[in-house]
């Protein structure tokens, strides 16, 4: 007897277990997905300068020589003007030799040296900028090809600007909830992706052109800030 009930009992458990493995999953709760971009904007309030001297002569010593004189004048003239050492920093030295090309012979010969010295200067002034870089086109800079304008309240802005496209991606989230009849539940997800900050550039090459009696002017204008939140919400309807 005990032997027939298990067996009916087996019996009866294999439909429910062929039906348990045919079924389908159980579909998920609906669910709603917006992003959102914030934007803010910053006026840079310091600057990076890279003051570059280049010097050529017949010998790679005397190129040198006459590149560290211009180039110890400039920082000791930057350094008079209030920027400490950790202020500055050489970004790049190189001695390269000049050759000159015969078309005739088809050969070419060694005719001198050049000698480059750039020096990163870091301003957290941004009004100083102009008078630094008449200082150091007056003491024998040549190559000042670019500033970088940046701001110390980074950081802040972009906080504001991530709390701006949270506040788009909600909105356009309660927006598709009411046009699908119903509302926006609980906050399921949600993840950020930032543009990198790209410094303000200006190009600072046509001022060694200018007479040194005409101040460099700088206007660093505006930097703007972005932020992209990507947001999964429940979505509740009625």
Same mark, same amino acid.
């Given at each position: 007897?005990?032997?027939?009930?298990?067996?009916?009992?087996?019996?009866?458990?294999?439909?429910?277990?062929?039906?348990?493995?045919?079924?389908?999953?159980?579909?998920?709760?609906?669910?709603?997905?917006?992003?959102?971009?914030?934007?803010?904007?910053? /006026?840079?309030? $310091?600057?990076?300068?890279? %003051? +570059?001297?280049?010097?050529? #002569? @017949?010998? =790679?010593?005397? !190129?040198?020589?006459?590149?560290?004189?211009?180039?110890?004048?400039?920082?000791?003239?930057?350094?008079?003007?209030?920027?400490?050492?950790?202020?500055?920093?050489?970004?790049?030295?190189?001695?390269?030799?000049?050759?000159?090309?015969?078309?005739?012979?088809?050969?070419?010969?060694?005719?001198?040296?050049?000698?480059?010295?750039?020096?990163? /200067?870091?301003? $957290?002034?941004?009004?100083? %900028? +102009?008078?630094?870089?008449? #200082? @150091?086109? =007056?003491?024998? !800079?040549?190559?000042?090809?670019?500033?970088?304008?940046?701001?110390?309240?980074?950081?802040?802005?972009?906080?504001?600007?991530?709390?701006?496209?949270?506040?788009?991606?909600?909105?356009?989230?309660?927006?598709?909830?009411?046009?699908?009849?119903?509302?926006?539940?609980?906050?399921?997800?949600?993840?950020?992706?930032?543009?990198?900050?790209?410094?303000?550039?200006?190009?600072?090459?046509?001022?060694?052109?200018?007479?040194? #009696? @005409?101040?460099?002017?700088?206007?660093?204008?505006?930097?703007?800030?972005?932020?992209?939140?990507?947001?999964?919400?429940?979505?509740?309807?009625?």
């Amino acid at each position: 007897m005990r032997n027939h009930v298990f067996a009916a009992a087996v019996i009866l458990a294999s439909p429910l277990g062929l039906g348990a493995q045919t079924s389908l999953p159980p579909a998920p709760p609906p669910q709603i997905v917006t992003s959102g971009t914030g934007e803010a904007q910053v /006026a840079p309030d $310091r600057a990076t300068i890279f %003051v +570059g001297v280049e010097t050529r #002569a @017949a010998t =790679a010593a005397a !190129a040198g020589t006459e590149n560290a004189r211009k180039q110890k004048a400039i920082l000791d003239t930057l350094r008079a003007l209030g920027l400490g050492g950790d202020q500055l920093s050489t970004m790049n030295y190189n001695v390269s030799p000049q050759m000159q090309y015969n078309q005739q012979t088809g050969t070419s010969k060694l005719v001198g040296y050049t000698v480059t010295n750039t020096v990163r /200067a870091e301003v $957290r002034r941004i009004e100083d %900028v +102009g008078r630094l870089i008449d #200082a @150091a086109l =007056a003491k024998g !800079a040549n190559d000042i090809s670019s500033l970088q304008f940046t701001s110390s309240k980074a950081d802040s802005v972009r906080r504001a600007a991530l709390s701006l496209a949270v506040d788009h991606a909600r909105a356009d989230a309660e927006a598709l909830a009411r046009a699908a009849g119903g509302s926006l539940g609980a906050l399921l997800e949600l993840s950020s992706s930032f543009v990198p900050v790209r410094p303000v550039m200006y190009d600072a090459r046509m001022e060694m052109a200018k007479s040194a #009696a @005409a101040p460099t002017p700088i206007e660093p204008g505006q930097q703007t800030i972005s932020a992209t939140v990507t947001a999964r919400w429940a979505f509740v309807p009625r």
